[in-house]
């Protein structure tokens, strides 16, 4: 698009404004008339066009949905939004827009301006109440479509605002998609469904973009009807198909420095909700002490981990409590992990954006001479394909107290397509 048009858009996108101020309207809240505001102020720029006063618009239901976007979308990012193809936006200079589609990365040809950037940035932000600035330099946040917003400005970065928007996506609500997606195979999902209904504490591991929520929420899908399921996170990422559900996430500090809710604390009000399974989104810090504490009660659970390798998973899981403060030791936590953990199912994004399950390990609740949780490897590659290896978990006791048998899910067989005739 030309310049022309694009200042046609911007004048187009004033007037209505200067309406909308003058007529004391809120277009936020009422879609319908906002497109209506907009038809009308496009059809008058084109009568004003058609005398030569201003530049012609090429296609003015174009320009009416840019409009639009400027006015109660998000401006020059709303068709990368809107875009079903799109995974990943993120702005590392105003003229350095990218996209990953597909898990594969590419340049898009959109320049933006400094103030585009911070208008885009603080309309973003609004919905959420929370705030970016030289006191809070970094932000998470949702957008009102689920999407993850992540912000950090200068100093913090060099010159300019950097802006991370993983779009939510939603469907995959079963482990069977993940099936039909190759994701996963049918035989491997069969197991991780009766272990999802048998209560097993999973773990779910993997790098930035490999799925792991996406996995989250595909694993809950296998939960028991009836249960009572309590996320944490820091911002809201997971969409589960659970009729008892409740959502909770983290919350900055005001102003005054008051009011700031941590996942730490989440942990441990989600306990005070009854809940019949904790999810917590991920875990970075501390706050896997009290995960940890909790699922070493009896209740079931289920998190993420960044992490390279499922047994790096184990590792990881087993340092990260001790930031929780010096009276917590080695001597406590590895035992925990060991006896706690059930499962560590791990996922990787590869390098032509495809994302599968690659490990599915189970600890076997001892540690190994060396003091490291000791664990076996119940799925693993082979070749590109993942194969059961025929071992079979060492602790199946809360399968048997479920009425579940894993076992012949877990021998070598041949890939199957579908998990019809997989479930018992």
Known sequence: ?????????????????????????????????????????????????????????????????AVLARLVGFGPLQPLLDDAG????????????FVARDGVAERVPLSLSEEEVRELVERMLRPSGRRVDLSAPFVDASLPDGSRLHVAIPDITRSHFAVNIRKFRGGMRDLEQ??????????????????VRAGLN?????????????????????????????????????????ADWVALQCRQPSLEGTGEVTLRRLVKEALR???????????????????????????????????NGAREALVKLTTLPLLAGRNIDAGFVVPAVASTVDLVVHAELDRTGRRRVVEILAPTGRLDPAGVVEAIMLFALDGDELRATGAVPPRLAKFQRAGLDPVPLLGPTEPVAELEGVLP
């Open 1 to 65: 698009m030309d310049s022309a048009p694009a200042s046609a858009i911007q004048a187009i996108a004033e007037r209505v404004r200067a309406r909308v101020r003058e007529e004391g309207v809120d277009l936020g809240d009422d879609h319908g008339l906002a497109q209506r505001y907009v038809r009308e102020e496009v059809g008058r720029w084109s009568e004003r066009a058609l005398g030569g006063s201003v530049p012609l618009l090429r296609d003015e239901h174009a320009a009416a949905v």
């Open 86 to 97: 799109v995974e990943e936006i993120w702005i590392n200079a105003p003229d350095r827009v």
């Open 178 to 195: 993940l099936v039909r997606l190759g994701s996963l195979p049918a035989q491997a999902a069969g197991f991780l469904h009766l272990a």
């Open 202 to 242: 999973v773990i779910v591991s993997g790098s930035t973009g490999a799925g792991k929520t996406t996995l989250i929420g595909a694993l809950l899908g296998s939960a028991r009807p009836g249960e009572r399921v309590v996320t944490v996170e820091e911002t809201f990422e997971l969409s589960l198909d659970v």
């Open 273 to 307: 909700m009854r809940p019949d399974r904790l999810v917590v989104g991920e875990v970075r810090e501390a706050e896997s002490l009290d995960l940890l504490i909790a699922l070493n009660s009896g209740l079931p659970g289920m998190c993420s981990i960044h992490a």
